[in-house]
């Protein structure tokens, strides 16, 4: 089993990058905005708890999201691993998720950035915004204000996560092939690895 954290910028071509990746491993993509939704939407008793702290304005605290982490992953347990989007964005987050994996008697394998410069990302966002009706994505300072959050929220998990020899930067720039291959490098030097390990024993 691999469980991967994929990291990237918005605009990164995570989404479809995730999904090539679920279609080449057999892995699950669990998008953490998705389960939110999906939570909400069915006023799920996890949903419920949620949107006590989302009708006040507060944070949801993160053992509500743990949670429902938690959830989806014990609904698949004949997954090959599994690919987190969107989650951790803070330290705490991961050393939770770290416990959650334990629990699961597995673990993160690890964090893979795509690594978009600043102008790319602003470039591909004002021309998505031309299609997606996405009000944040045709103001560039909105977009610059989105890509600051995101750098100050993941360089701490990166860093948690290369302490523990466990973080990866990709390129992301070039065709979708190329990025995907660039990925499936990692991800197979992962799997020989751990291989590796098995072997070992």
Request: hydrophobic share 35%; net charge negative.
């Amino acid at each position: 089993m691999i469980n991967i954290i994929l990291f990237g910028p918005p605009g990164s071509g995570k989404g479809t990058q995730a999904q090539i990746l679920v279609d080449k491993y057999g892995l699950e993509h669990i998008s953490t905005g998705d389960l939110f939704r999906y939570n909400l939407k069915h006023n799920t008793d996890l949903g419920k708890e949620a949107r006590t702290y989302i009708d006040k304005g507060e944070l949801v605290p993160d053992n509500v999201t743990i949670n429902m982490l938690k959830q989806r992953v014990e609904e698949s347990p004949e997954a090959e691993g599994f690919i987190f989007d969107g989650f951790p964005r803070t330290i705490a987050q991961a050393e939770a998720l770290m416990k959650l994996m334990e629990v699961e008697n597995t673990q993160i394998n690890a964090l893979i950035k795509l690594e978009v410069s600043r102008e790319a990302i602003v470039e591909r966002l004002l021309e998505r915004g031309k299609t997606s009706g996405r009000s944040d994505d045709q103001n560039e300072t909105t977009i610059s204000k989105r890509i600051d959050v995101y750098l100050d929220e993941t360089s701490p998990v990166f860093d948690y996560y290369q302490n523990l020899d466990k973080s990866y930067g990709v390129n992301g720039l070039g065709t979708i092939e190329e990025i995907a291959n660039r990925l499936h490098a990692v991800i197979d030097h992962l799997y020989a690895i751990q291989r590796e390990t098995i072997e070992k024993g």
